[in-house]
């Protein structure tokens, strides 16, 4: 009998976590496994006393649904997912949804919904993040695909979403095709950014200030009361408070190896793919890469010990320095990523509407914190605002960070301390607020080896111009082209 508002498939915690979160808010569901024990396991345990209902097989999952039918995937992102579409399929019909809500690389969105759209299906590639806590007490969704499909579901996806301070659902429409797994590959990308830039300044307070776990925990707890307050300031103050077995705290002895699955590298791939120079989150990722070369450090340190001056001066300053500096580096991080986005929405043909991007990050997801409520003012203030260096705000809390923060990364390399995000969000502030750059010496490199043409000062925009530069050459230039 169909009974089901909605099904889904991949018990996973996740998966999980979504259905209590929907069966909370009044919503039928009905769900399955392809390893079936964990229906049961969960009927049984979880979801024990709900209203959740459970199949052993898709079609009879399919028999409980009421029509149109709509079916979330919480399943790993790649072939699972075309595999999964492809069980699915001939229990299907037109006008039928199928939401992927796990972390799909945006190009296979937009080939799943332009081939499930040619059969009358509807796609919707919903990011979602937040967690296991965020999936079962409301997280951040970020839907693309289909248009006609979001009317279908919105109703369950913004009950279920986190609400902003002024109680809106963290889940809006984002455009079309992969649109919204685009959006939420920027929000990892984003949040590789902001967690690495944490690491750093929690290694400078620690190296070069010399300051011990439990103030580590009263610094990041005040600092959770400033501009910089945040879910990821929050844990990262609580980390600080946890003692392992004997005591001692529990963050020193963890190895420094980082794990990665692979959505930050997709953003930097992508802005390569686009020209956007989204240097922070780069560099990120190749933090993480680096670490995982534990052995190669280790041999490495003994070759090239550090020689670090004691730290003089006054504490106090050094670490408000070192809190203006991470806000720094984080607006600028963020000026990245929407800035990605934009080429994005030209190069894919989307409507993105940035404000509301902000407001869906404000709350549920990893990256939420009050900041936010400040770039979605920027974006309702104008809506075709270039950059957020170009809106008032933003201007005024650079400028108001922005002697600390050359003060820290010169520190830094003077503690041989590595700070690849705060020095690259330095270096791009600087770059990008430089009027005249050496390209000009670049590009006449360029045109001395390989005839590449360079444009003039002198003359318009697109107009270009070869030199014979040894008097050996001839006249003819290169076809040119950019990557």
Known sequence: MAEADIGLIGLAVMGQNLVLNMNDHGYKVAVFNRTTSKVDDFLDGPAKGTEVVGAHSLEEFFGKLKRPRKVMFMVKAGKPVDALIEECLPFMEEGDVIIDGGNSHFPDSERRYKMLQEKGIHYVGAGVSGGEEGARHGPSIMPGGSPDGWPLIKEIFQSIAAKSDDGEPCCDWVGDGGA??????????????????????????????????????????????????????????????????????????????????????????????????????????????LSSLKEERVEAETLYPKKRPAFSGDRAAFIEDVRLTLYAAKIISYTQGFVLMRAAADEYKWDLNYGNIALMW?????????????????????????????????????????????????????????????????????GYTTARLPANLLQAQRDYFGAHTYERVDQPRGKSFHTNWTGRGGDVSSSTYNV
């Open 180 to 289: 919204g797994h685009y959006v939420k590959m920027v929000h990892n990308g984003i949040e590789y950014g902001d967690m690495q830039l944490i690491c750093e300044a929690y290694q400078l307070l620690r190296d070069v200030a010399g300051v011990n776990t439990e103030e580590l925990h009263d610094i990041f707890s005040a600092w959770n009361k400033t501009e910089l307050d945040s879910y990821l300031i929050e844990i990262s103050a609580d980390i600080f408070t946890k003692k392992d077995e004997d005591g001692k705290p529990l963050v020193d002895k963890i190895l420094d190896v980082a794990g990665q699955k692979g959505t930050g590298k997709w953003t930097g791939i992508n802005a390569l793919e686009l020209g956007m120079p989204v240097t922070l989150i780069g560099e990120a990722v190749f933090a993480r890469c």
């Open 362 to 430: 404000r709350g549920g997801c990893i990256i939420r914190s009050k900041f936010l409520g400040d770039i979605k003012k920027a974006y309702e203030e104008n809506p075709n605002l270039k950059s957020l260096l170009f809106n008032d705000f933003f201007k005024k809390e650079i400028s108001k960070c922005e002697e600390s923060w050359r003060r820290v990364v010169a520190k830094s390399a003077e503690f041989a301390i590595p700070t690849p995000t705060l020095s690259t969000a330095l270096a791009f502030f600087d």
